[in-house]
């Protein structure tokens, strides 16, 4: 078999988050073969979380990394194949569509985006360091194992405040800090941490240290003066960083249409992006629910929605005879 034939498949997948693994679970028993491009950093952000007690069926609750290798292993057993590397550059508006892995050109008849979203992090050694034993990202995933904790929170939008209040349900004070005495958060939100009592605002300071003790657990942070430079330390069990999410959409910049935050805009209720044969689910088109099981939905949407598509394109004649297929409900139409 040629190479450009080896290298062509009906459907590939682009990450291996929940979104792109369920995905792959369901386009395999569909008989898709699809190829996952699953980045060098495969596994989505559950590889940086420790306990997950919220998906569905673990009852006892599984780490982030077990979870996910759950997921390829049974994205695997129905003849998904991997390549663990990034993309370089996309060209989904030819036909077939043209992925580039380092010097490997790749064509797909369809193509599920699932390269998710990363949570903006302050930068400090420290805080990754302790990442996922006492700095989170995300108190929904989180919260409950903080338990009588005190807390900081760093951000001043509307998720700083929805995670402060929310994290006040499991901890006896949760400081929110923020680096100016303005904020991005609306009013209501605002208002809504502020009325409660559990929570405490300290104004322009920013975390410069996590600090922990001899076990690796957090016991505070340095707090730096965002006007003065002066420091002071706090005492607190766990950090929650809320400064906003980044989806990793630089790929299909100019292709694929996104909202202002650079988020993929997809069709509701469906999948389907502004190209056609084009499906995007998961946190690159979600800055609303952001949880594995949301995500993995949206995985298994992207799936049904291709596999129709396809099946569609090919009763209407061979995909690269179509110019611009265009699906509307179940029928193809070609222009
Ligand atoms: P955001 O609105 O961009 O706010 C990020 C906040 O983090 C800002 O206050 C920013 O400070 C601060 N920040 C950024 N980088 C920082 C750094 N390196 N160190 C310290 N602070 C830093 O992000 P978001 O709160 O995640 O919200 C994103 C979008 O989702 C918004 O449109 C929001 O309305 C929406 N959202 C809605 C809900 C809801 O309605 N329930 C909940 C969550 C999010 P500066 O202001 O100084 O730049």
Request: charged share 20%; net charge negative; with cysteine.
């Amino acid at each position: 078999m040629s190479d450009s034939a080896q290298n062509h498949h009906e459907l590939i997948i682009i990450g291996s988050g929940p979104a792109g693994l369920t995905a792959a679970i369901y386009a395999a028993r569909a008989e898709l073969k699809p190829l996952v491009i699953e980045g060098l950093q495969a596994g989505g952000q559950l590889m940086q979380t420790t306990e997950i007690e919220n998906y569905p069926g673990f009852p006892q609750g599984l780490q982030g990394p077990e979870l996910m290798i759950n997921f390829r292993d049974q994205a695997e057993r129905f003849g998904t194949t991997f390549l663990t590397d990034d993309v370089d550059t996309v060209d989904l508006e030819a036909t077939p569509k043209v992925i580039k892995v380092g010097k490997t050109t790749y064509t797909a008849d369809a193509v599920i985006v699932s390269t998710g979203a990363t949570a903006r992090m302050i930068g400090l050694e420290s805080e990754q360091k302790l990442l996922g034993h006492g700095v989170s990202t995300c108190a929904t995933c989180d919260g409950y194992f903080f338990r009588d904790k005190e807390l900081l929170v760093v951000g001043g939008g509307d998720s700083a405040m929805e995670e402060a209040t929310f994290l006040t349900k499991f901890a006896t004070k949760v400081t929110i800090i923020h680096r100016r005495d303005e904020y991005r958060a609306s009013k209501i939100m605002l208002d809504r941490a502020r009325a409660n009592e559990k929570v405490e605002f300290i104004e322009w300071a920013a975390v410069t240290e996590v600090l922990d003790d001899d076990t690796g657990a957090m016991t505070g942070a340095i707090l730096t003066d965002t006007r003065d430079g002066s420091t002071r330390r706090i005492d607190a069990q766990g950090l929650f960083v809320a400064i906003g999410h980044d989806p990793n959409t630089l790929l299909f910049t100019d292709q694929l249409d996104m909202d202002e935050n650079g988020y993929l805009i997809t069709k509701a209720p469906g999948t389907q992006t502004n190209i056609d044969g084009v499906f995007a689910c998961g946190d690159v088109q979600d800055h609303t629910y952001r949880q594995a099981i949301t995500a993995a939905g949206s995985g298994c949407a992207a799936a049904l929605d291709a596999e129709r598509w396809l099946a569609a394109v090919q009763a209407a004649g061979p995909v690269e005879t179509l110019t611009g297929a265009t699906l509307i409900d179940d029928a193809v139409v070609t222009t």
